[in-house]
């Protein structure tokens, strides 16, 4: 027997929908759906705009279809399953890019459910938050800290909680190079700098917008992707999708140094002489999250705030949304508001 607050009274719910490489995102109407035993229906709040869901509609990542992408999610318990034992009705959650594992695989096993045989992913493989309600795995998300509103919470469930990881993979590095300055970057660059980093950015050629956010941030220096930094590196992370900075990254790191891939795609890495990566310099990507992850992005947020810098967009413009992530003219993350 479901729990659903006393307030809800609507049937129908809309969402931006993908359905073809090439098509745009169309809204469509349909009968709200129920929560299973384990899963929460949320009435959404906000829900950020990410490079994945861009990489969805390009169709660089294939899923299954039609889809409504958005992994970002903030949104209100509206409707409970049997077995939902955390979050209120009317309680705030967040729901990131994980949507569940199978909790059986030799990964779930060993605490890499980030890398889980059987996973889903929210708005790839199950329905995501570019709608006005959405269904979630209640054991997947997570509570919202009370001093951030909505749209500026959003950003965090991925952009700030994979960057997060990304930024983990970097260990005891202080030197650090974020190559693409965007929603991930600059809330990582504001931990990153709270716990004392150096954090150098390296943007598109000639993009002042975004090395002046940059510098705003905390960045203690900020120029074009093909430049040296004035320092060398003790580690860099790659945000933005493109492989030719793989080997601008390995050329700026120190030996012994790592250089992290945080997106889910990248274009093909140019071949490089051996000697930018020699001297046991490494590259590793970075797979999705897992819920430790989550809880310790919380905490470290809830020790040193961060600000995440949005531009709203109603839910019915989400097309605009993703053209302007796509034309890299967003000055920190896109927000949907239903
Ligand atoms: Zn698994
Ligand atoms: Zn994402």
């Given at each position: 027997m479901n729990l659903i607050a006393d307030d809800i009274s609507v049937v129908t719910m809309k969402a931006m929908e993908f359905s073809s490489v090439g098509s745009p995102l169309q809204m469509v109407e349909r009968p709200v759906p129920m929560p299973e035993a384990k899963e929460i229906l949320l009435e959404v709040l906000a829900c950020g705009v990410c490079?994945?869901?861009?990489?969805?509609?390009?169709?660089?990542?294939?899923?299954t279809l039609p889809i409504v992408p958005g992994h970002e999610v903030v949104g209100r318990v509206v409707a409970k399953g049997d077995q939902v034992s955390r979050f209120a009705i009317g309680e705030r959650v967040g729901v990131p890019w994980l949507g569940s594992s199978c909790g059986r695989c030799s990964y779930c096993r060993h605490r890499q459910e980030n890398l889980c045989d059987e996973p889903s992913f929210t708005g790839f493989s199950v329905n995501g938050g570019f709608a006005s309600?959405?269904?979630?795995?209640?054991?997947?998300?997570?509570a919202i800290p009370p001093n951030i509103d909505d749209i500026h919470a959003a950003p965090l469930l991925c952009a700030g909680l994979i960057g997060y990881r990304a930024f983990s993979m970097c260990g005891d590095a202080l030197r650090i190079g974020f190559y693409g300055f965007g929603a991930s970057a600059h809330i990582v660059a504001q931990l990153a700098?709270?716990?004392?980093c150096k954090i150098a950015a390296f943007t598109r050629l000639g993009d002042d917008t975004a090395q002046d956010f940059a510098r705003k941030m905390g960045c203690v220096w900020a120029g074009g992707s093909d430049?040296?930094?004035?320092f060398e590196l003790d580690a860099a992370i790659i945000f933005a999708p493109a492989g030719e900075l793989v080997p601008q990254a390995l050329a700026a790191v120190r030996k012994g140094g790592?250089?992290?891939?945080?997106?889910?795609?990248?274009?093909?890495?140019p071949s490089f002489p051996y000697e930018l990566l020699w001297g046991e310099r490494h590259i590793r990507s970075v797979a999705n999250l897992t819920r430790a992850d989550g809880e310790s992005f919380f905490a470290a947020i809830s020790a040193i705030p961060v600000q995440t810098h949005i531009e709203t967009f109603p839910l019915h413009q989400a097309n605009e949304a993703l053209e302007r992530l796509r034309s890299?003219?967003?000055t920190g993350a896109a927000v949907l508001v239903p």
């Open positions: 490079r994945t869901d861009l990489h969805i509609v390009d169709g660089d990542i294939e899923n309600h959405c269904i979630a795995n209640a054991d997947y998300c997570f700098t709270g716990l004392g430049m040296l930094p004035p790592t250089v992290v891939c945080a997106g889910i795609h990248m274009s093909d890495i890299g003219t967003i």
